[in-house]
């Protein structure tokens, strides 16, 4: 089982407007440290681009293992950064596919992550969102 993670920060853009970008490019850096300390040695992390970034995991036992990883992500990034004495929150949106389940090349699946993160952000934010069986977004 080889999930793909898309994750979009929430609330992020309030962070830039606040703030400014400076501080905003802190906390992405510290987002990218928080949730590398939950992946593996063996997993890929990248931002995608703005506040976005995608995850690869390889050989993990089941669709279970990745949705408890997915949780464990939203709940270390909605944890305060504090930057010069200031607590700022952020949070998390997670979409998911799953190769070879849900697609067989790189670009089905991040378009189907991509497209299951939307649907986790239109949920409420803060939530996970995977592909079910029949193409369709399934919120967790």
Not at 29 to 51: H, Q
Not at 57 to 67: E, F, V
Not at 83 to 104: C, H, Q, W
Not at 112 to 126: I, T, V
Request: include cysteine.
């Amino acid at each position: 089982m080889w999930p793909f993670f898309f994750i979009d920060l929430d609330g992020f853009k309030n962070v830039n407007d606040t703030w400014g970008h400076a501080v905003g490019d802190q906390l992405l850096a510290e987002v990218a440290r928080r949730m590398s300390v939950l992946l593996r040695k063996t997993d890929t992390l990248a931002r995608f681009g703005g506040d976005e970034f995608v995850a690869a995991m390889g050989n993990l036992r089941n669709k279970d293992t990745a949705q408890e990883l997915a949780s464990k992500l939203i709940e270390e990034i909605s944890r305060p950064f504090i930057f010069n004495g200031t607590n700022i929150k952020v949070g998390a949106s997670v979409g998911i596919s799953y190769y070879p389940d849900d697609a067989k090349d790189l670009d089905s699946l991040l378009k189907l992550a991509d497209q299951a993160m939307y649907d986790a952000k239109q949920s409420g934010k803060n939530c996970i969102s995977t592909m079910d069986d029949d193409s369709k977004t399934q919120n967790l």
